[in-house]
Nanobody, 121 residues
Framework: QVQLVESGGGLVQAGGSLRLSCSVS????????MGWFRQAPGKEREFTAS????????YYADSVKGRFTISRDNAKNTLYLQMNSLKPEDTAVYYC??????????????WGQGTQVTVSS
């Protein structure tokens, strides 16, 4: 069993920054590719960023490319998402997920409970 716990969400003004963390316990963190997804009210969960087990490959959604940075620390069993130049349209619940590499939610077996990010204009 794998448990994921996100933290770092909150309220920020447009143009500001937040850093999300995802602490992973249970099976070996380095066994899994990791991803960040987000879900805005009334919308489907959408892919944001993903990173391979070793961190050698990273992929971003076009909507966050150049503003968000995904990273992982396998020694600390932690996944990060640095979010800069935030926009009101980035407002959503952000979820971290562990599983296979890819952009589809179905490729990830384990999910956190989510952390709310709200960007005010």
């Amino acid at each position: 069993q794998v448990q994921l716990v996100e933290s770092g969400g909150g309220l920020v003004q447009a143009g500001g920054s937040l850093r999300l963390s995802c602490s992973v316990s249970g099976r070996t963190f380095s066994m899994y590719a990791m991803g960040w997804f987000r879900q805005a009210p009334g919308k489907e969960r959408e892919f944001t960023a993903s990173i391979t087990r070793s961190g050698d490959l990273i992929y971003y959604a076009d909507s966050v490319k150049g503003r968000f940075t995904i990273s992982r620390d396998n020694a600390k069993n932690t996944l990060y998402l640095q979010m800069n130049s935030l926009k009101p349209e980035d407002t959503a619940v952000y979820y971290c997920a562990a599983g296979s590499w890819g952009v589809a939610p179905s490729g990830y077996r384990y999910w956190g409970q989510g952390t709310q990010v709200t960007v005010s204009s």
